[in-house]
């Protein structure tokens, strides 16, 4: 299915742009309205919010790069999508991921006339208060995704 493959890039551009630490290229991919929900709680609205909030974060902090796992693309309709994905964040100068600061990431994209566009990005601390268990899991999921396995 050629939307869910585009769907799943859209995604994956959207690391690659916060890994490139590149707040236009990141801002530049959600629609007029989207927004998002960072790890820490901020929400920005819109993609000039959301470049604002990103480029003095990328101008003055050395940002970890994202290594993410797609799990699943759902149709929401001829023109909406739900991605729900993984990720792990790998510091720079660093080969691991830090699992404290592994996430749980939901996107819903829509199709616009410029093509798949995020509505909303939603990236959750995946802590797993009291169940280890799930957080060395995840942390070998996302180890595997980073060493190509």
Known sequence: MNDQRDIEALYQALLAAWNDRDAAGMAALYAPAGGQVGFDGSTANGPAEIEALLAPIFRDHPTARFVGKVREVRSLGADAALVRAVAGMVPPG???????????????????????RVEMFHNTPARFDGR??????????????????
């Open 132 to 149: 280890p268990d799930l957080s060395e899991s995840l942390t070998r999921e996302l180890r595997q995704v980073l060493h190509g396995a």
């Open 94 to 116: 660093k080969a691991d991921i830090m699992p404290e600061r592994n996430t749980i990431q939901t996107l819903v994209a829509s199709r616009q006339s410029a093509g798949w």
